[in-house]
């Protein structure tokens, strides 16, 4: 059996005396994409804002490849962020500087690279997500969904092992919502990726999810896979499956 | 025919990228070969920056003509090519600079549309200043109290600390000069005057300014960058009586309100120096005080800080509407209402001067 790529042991957090996760334990195997789903307000976002270390709660632990990210030193938790790519849900791009240069960042800072490599890579990064026309632009002269995938261009610029995403397909037509799933999937495939997905599209869930993870009021209400989950008789999941298709 | 071999390791990706690169650039250059083969006997992992790598490395062979082969490759280290290799090679455009005369053009056409604005802002803020006097329903309820509240009261303490110390430091200053002529009593005619017309404006503008005209630039270029003006005015309401007026009359009522109490304090400031250093009597001081001040002082402050009031508000609402590009536009635009205001109510401060001196 091979390790769990992330391991959530218990972790309880909120905001002040306010308990948005309870308790909740996880493992999340490699080349598996896992679908955290929800009702608003459930804590979906606080739950993958400690994935990535964004927040830190004093009761429990949060592992990203095997290493216990709340313990450790500023370079060690570097070599782990080197490994972990994330999509924003409004994308975040640094504003004062163009497309090109937001993707080129992570590889500047972290690496070595010739300018004609990096270049090369800044523009297959861009062509992946059909974007390689903008790469001299801002991201304020971009459209909202255009902004979302160069974004994505940005959080993939150094293949991570382990891709976050928040609301893929937020903001997109359905048409180049498809293509960013394919993009999803052929990325997991070609580069055995681990991608932790927080989205409501039950289309965009029935292309790629591996695994579902439902939580309802700060618990873990349903952790398996997608075909469980669609048969599931629990009848908050039906409902979530059956009114999108209403 | 001259033959090179470039053994590739198990992996390929960002982390020896830049090791391999240097490798095959190292080959290219001082092996000279006619036929550079790239093999890929030992790949078993290949990642995008692998493969963009092993095509840079192509490019750059084609520039010596080099001819190179790609051999051994497992089907996964295909599939990958198949999937990150079908990018044409980067073509970068820079951007052309512009000549003398486009900049020129620009500088001059970027003038006049700031101006423009600016002037159907004032109209527009004037209008609406003048028609939320007469409907009711333009008024926001309790918006320019809040605005007062914020920009006069709580800018209270500052203002006075800064203007005692400013009475203190002028009569302190003229004091030395004073004493030697035995004028020691002037030393209040000085202060009195000095304060009133010209330092108590003067320093609660800029203070003013920098406090609350940055704040109401930044809050402004703020919400025209996150759309909330455009949602305002997809509501049908006009943001100039619905926001920048109750600021403005928040500005105007307060900082002849705030420069009166620093014309004040300062006076106070230098009645301390009077007292401590000049040997004067308080009563002395003030009396003097009294004397001196004409109705023609008090008007000129007011006058003034009126006009800078009017300034400062416009002003920020100005930059604060006209902010272009993200957070970083918000910064610039505070940036420049600071600067601009000050420049403005310095230049306002020598054409009043030089009005009321004739």
């Known amino acids: ?246 | 025919m001259k033959l090179e071999t470039l053994k590739l390791p198990e992996v390929v990706h960002i982390e020896n990228s830049s090791e391999i690169y240097k490798q095959a650039s190292k080959l290219l250059r001082k092996r000279k070969p006619d036929s550079l083969k790239i093999d890929f006997f030992d790949v078993k992992k290949i990642d995008s920056i692998g493969v963009t790598l092993i095509k840079q490395i192509q490019q750059d062979a084609q520039k010596y003509k080099v001819k190179t082969t790609l051999v051994n490759l497992l089907e996964e280290v295909d599939n990958a090519f198949k999937l990150f290799g079908q990018v044409p090679p980067a073509d970068v455009k820079k951007k052309r600079r512009r000549n003398f005369f486009e900049v020129i053009g620009e500088a001059t056409y970027n003038a006049w549309v700031t101006i423009s604005n600016f002037t159907i802002l004032i109209s527009d803020v004037f209008y609406w200043t003048l028609m939320s006097f007469f409907k009711k329903k333009l008024r926001r309820e309790g918006e320019v109290i809040r605005q007062s509240v914020f920009i006069g009261v709580n800018a209270l303490p500052i203002i006075a600390l800064v203007s005692f110390l400013i009475g203190f430091i002028l009569a302190l200053q003229s004091s030395t000069q004073l004493r030697q002529f035995g004028a020691n009593i002037f030393v209040a005619d000085l202060v009195a005057i000095a304060m009133v017309t010209e330092m108590g404006p003067l320093i609660t503008a800029i203070m003013v300014a920098g406090r609350s005209g940055s704040a109401i630039t930044a809050e402004i270029a703020t919400m025209t960058v996150t759309e909330e003006i455009d949602a305002l005015y997809s509501m049908g309401i006009d943001p100039v009586p619905y926001l920048f007026v109750p600021k403005l009359i928040a500005i105007v009522i307060t900082l002849p309100m705030l420069t009166t109490l620093a014309n004040v304090i300062g006076i106070i400031g230098g009645a301390v120096i009077g007292v401590i250093s000049l040997d004067l009597k308080w009563v002395t001081f003030f009396n003097e005080v009294i004397e001196v001040l004409r109705y023609k002082e008090i008007l000129i402050s007011l006058v003034k800080s009126f006009t800078f009031a009017v300034l400062i508000g416009i002003l920020a609402i100005h930059f604060g509407k006209n902010v272009k590009g993200g957070s970083e536009g918000v910064g610039k635009s505070t940036t420049s209402s600071v600067v601009a205001t000050i420049f403005f109510v310095i230049v306002a401060d020598s054409i009043l001067g030089l009005f009321f001196y004739f």
């Open chain 1, 1 to 246: 059996m091979t390790e769990p790529i992330i391991q959530v042991e218990n972790l309880t957090a909120g905001y002040n005396e306010r308990k948005i996760l309870q308790n909740i334990s996880l493992d999340i195997y490699p080349n598996e994409i896992v679908v955290i789903l929800g009702t608003s307000g459930c804590g979906k976002t606080t739950l993958l804002k400690h994935l990535i270390g964004l927040l830190t709660s004093k009761e429990g632990k949060v592992k990203l490849f095997g290493k216990d990210i709340n313990n450790l030193y500023d370079k060690e938790l570097i070599q782990i962020k080197k490994r972990i790519g994330v999509l924003f849900q409004n994308g975040a791009l640094l504003n004062s500087i163009t497309i090109a240069e937001n993707i080129a960042i992570p590889l500047k800072r972290h690496y070595n690279l010739s300018q004609a490599v990096m270049d090369r890579i800044v523009h297959l990064k861009l062509s992946l997500v059909g974007l390689d026309h903008v790469y001299n632009f801002f991201p304020n002269e971009l459209s909202g969904g255009m902004r979302k995938r160069a974004a994505l261009a940005r959080a993939i610029s150094l293949d991570p092992q382990l891709f976050f995403v928040d609301e893929p397909g937020a903001g997109l037509d359905p048409v180049t919502a498809e293509a960013l799933d394919k993009l999803l999937l052929s990325l997991k495939n070609q580069l055995g990726m681990t991608l932790v997905v927080v989205t409501h599209e039950v289309a965009s869930i029935k292309r790629i999810a591996d695994k579902i993870c439902y939580l309802s009021k700060g618990n873990i209400l349903f952790y398996d896979t997608l075909d469980k989950a669609l048969k599931s008789d629990i009848p908050e999941i039906n409902n979530f499956f059956n009114s999108a298709g209403r």
